[in-house]
């Protein structure tokens, strides 16, 4: 029974999966469906996710009295939020931390304006809990389920080279979450490198296990990214400003409050409430905002480095060009530890 149900168990919050991955598309909307907040003559135009920025703003308090309007726009993933911004569709919006170096790629028409840092607890790489393998190095020869072009798809590379092996030491298989989901709890492949909330549903649904973690090998970071006219726009650019303040804040009651906005994100998702919770402990209610600062940029060309090489993109490039640092004032470095609730949800096997 479980092998039938857990698969299906994925399809309610499909919407979140690609913040974390690189191909993807709109929602039937195209991100056309929206709502607005606030008043005023001036309107931001902000791409979310399904659950996400208007969500915790909302949950928060920070929707309310806002001297500008915020016209929503929802998109299923962050590649179509950054396409939105490059048209000047949209504003700004946030994404994960490897769509903006897809786009980039693309010579997009974007730039990186603020960061939040958590725990990457969340990015693993799973395995059966009956599994013989027991570190990372075990993985040689075996298969690895991962979606292309994704965060996981960079932490299984690292982690493979943290290991002494490379990408060409195991059998990947390409497959979206809702399809390796099936295939490694029908045991079609033999590990699963993947994010949250996916790692705290199938820990709890799929019996997994967790093998290691993307602790020292992913930097735990997503971003707001906002089209460079948009900046150039001293009201918008002032407004934009405003908005960062609010999400801080906002991120700041969702660490204080995991239980009510677990509440909140399961019931804008469809997330099962445990998972949700889960979730918020391990890496949701982990982030706190940073700088985009040097140490940041860096790790993001890192990863841009690791794609080219790859040729999963079409050019090496300067992570740094894409980037505007003026919001950085009285924010703590990118290096800044998450935070945490104390206890780690599921411990990891030591890896080697």
Known sequence: MRRRIAPALLLPFALLLAACTATSSADDSGGAGSNTDGKGDLTLRVGDQKGNDEAVLRAAGELDDLPYKIRWSTFTSGPPILE?????????????????VFAAAANSNIKVV?????????????????????????LKGKSVAVAQGSSAHYQLVASLAKAGLSIKDVKVTFLQPADALAAFTRDRVDAWAIWDPYTSQALRSA???????????????NFQVANPSSLDDKKKAKAIGDY???????????????EAWAKIWAKETGLPYEVALDSVKRTNGTRVYVAVDKDAIASEQKIADTFAKLKLIPRRFAFADYVDTRFNAGQPPSSTAPRSYGTATEKTEPTK
Do not use: C, M
């Not at 019996?207 to 970071?221: D, P």
């Not at 960062?244 to 409050?257: E, G, I, M, N, P």
């Open 244 to 258: 960062l303040k609010r999400l801080r804040r906002a991120q700041d009651w969702v660490y204080k409050h995991p």
């Open 84 to 100: 939105a911004v490059s048209a000047k569709a949209v504003d700004i919006g946030g994404v994960g931390n490897t769509p903006p």
């Open 114 to 138: 603020a960061a939040k840092h958590g725990t990457a607890d969340g990015e693993t790489i799973l395995v059966k809990k009956g599994s013989p393998l027991k570190k990372v190095a075990d």
């Open 207 to 221: 019996e997994a296990r967790i093998l290691t973690t993307g602790q020292g090998v992913v930097n735990g970071l």
